[in-house]
């Protein structure tokens, strides 16, 4: 997390509604990241986490007030908040299947004549699987491995926060550790992160808060270390 001794939030959520058509999806959630914090957002399916991040990106229409950086983002375009420094690895896990891995991160690329911090280079060494297959076509990869890849490619944008959707979902065991690894290793490069994820283990070992939603809004928000000792939000608000 940020030194100074007042930073101004990252990401800053206030009286933030949604709705598809006539159904009231979000009942004014209240969320803030903090730079260089990783944030998890817990819930069970359907609660809204999943319309948080397509509001905050754009995907969905916002009532109430998105804020990056201290800028309003609420109704831009979402290419225009992805230019901002903004990333977003949607759960489909989007990808372009006939063409290679390599081509794939270099869609990510924003500015080809100012590189960012991440390079394909990296991206292929950090992740092997990823690196065997470079010249492959991308439809052809395993479940995890277009998770990798996807969220590869978001950061080939250099973005300053990441908003990743459910990563782990559907995924076997020994690849949720891996993508949970990733995941840790963009948060050590100092990027915010906002976690969409139902699997605890994974989001309570890189968070350094969380926030749970229930109905639409944010019903609980404290540290790993107090959630962890409050059994009545987890019965509540995350077991089925």
Known sequence: MSLDANPEPMLQLTDLHAYYGKSH???GVNLEIMPGEVIALLGRNGVGRSTTAKAIMGEVVPVGSVRFKGQEIG???NHRIARLGLGYVPESRDIFPTMT???NLMLGIKNMRRPGKWTIDQMLEMFPNLGRRADNAAGVLSGGEKQMLTMCRT?????ELIIIDEPTEGLAPLIVQQVGEMIAEIAKAGVSILLVE????IALKIADRVYVMGH???VYGGTPADFATREDIRKEWLEV
């Open 25 to 27: 999806v979000l009942n």
């Open 75 to 77: 109704g831009m375009a």
């Open 101 to 103: 891995v390599r081509q």
């Open 155 to 159: 950061l080939m944008g250099d973005p």
């Open 198 to 201: 139902q699997k605890l283990s």
């Open 216 to 218: 639409g809004e944010i």
